[in-house]
């Protein structure tokens, strides 16, 4: 089956630090890569749409100078957390789809952040 | 108004019980219906999907369909301590574009 890979899986570092998040397909060429946050005992919220050589879709309310992403390759997407704070320690969550769209979004493992 | 709907649970079955979860969703342009279990602390995995009206079986996993009335279910047949999860419903209108996820519905099976 497809898989994605996340990277770092844990992050715990200062406030006022930037974190990249790293998304990859490891098995079929994602077109389109999801982030998703995750608060404790919260469903998954959606933040942003990334399309492979185009700029991401954010939802409303997500601050796309503070997350920023890039999808520069068909197999590989960053999520950038721009100077953290404690209210942006959550679960992160990337998911893909391949280029046609039949694939059903496979989610990478996450990235627990925790900002001191 | 929330575009996916679950019961938050939990549900509560016998091991060896049908564990039954259900979902309902708002977007009639809807096409494509997902379930995923997620343990905690860890992210979805997708256990079953379905785009047709119907059910689809897969092992001890059913997905129903009902398009009219705007409803997915997950049946878990011989539910085992191990289906203990949040099984999410997410819903969209292709395969592989953007979901929407309901709350999930946390499954506790006890031995």
């Known amino acids: 089956g497809a898989v994605v890979s996340q990277h770092p899986s844990w992050v715990i570092c200062k406030s006022g630090t930037s974190v990249k998040i790293e998304c990859r397909s490891l098995d079929f060429q994602a077109t389109t890569m999801f982030w998703y946050r995750q608060f404790p005992k919260q469903s998954l919220m959606l933040m942003a749409t990334?399309?492979?050589?185009?700029?991401?879709?954010?939802e409303q309310g997500v601050e796309k100078d503070k997350f920023l992403i890039n999808h520069a390759s068909l197999t590989l997407s960053t999520l950038t957390v721009t100077s953290a704070h404690p209210e942006d320690s959550s679960f992160y969550i990337c998911?893909?789809?391949?280029?046609?769209?039949?694939?059903?979004?496979?989610f990478g493992d996450g990235t627990r952040l925790s900002i001191l | 108004q929330k575009e996916v709907e679950q019961n938050s649970g939990p549900l509560s079955v016998p091991e060896g019980a049908i564990a039954s979860l259900n979902c309902t969703y708002s977007d009639r342009g809807s096409q494509s219906f997902f379930w995923y279990r997620q343990y905690s602390g860890k992210s979805p995995e997708l256990i079953m999907f379905i785009y047709s009206n119907g059910d689809k079986e897969d092992g001890r996993f059913t997905a129903q369909l009902n398009k009219a009335s705007q409803y997915v279910s997950l049946l878990i047949r011989d539910s085992q301590p191990s289906d203990s999860a949040t099984y999410l419903c997410?819903?969209?209108?292709?395969?592989?574009?953007?979901?929407?996820f309901g709350g999930g519905t946390r499954l506790m099976v006890k031995p």
């Open positions: 990334s399309n492979e050589g185009s700029k991401a879709t954010y």
């Open positions: 998911s893909a789809s391949d280029r046609l769209g039949n694939q059903p979004q496979h």
């Open positions: 997410a819903v969209g209108r292709d395969a592989g574009n953007m979901l929407t």
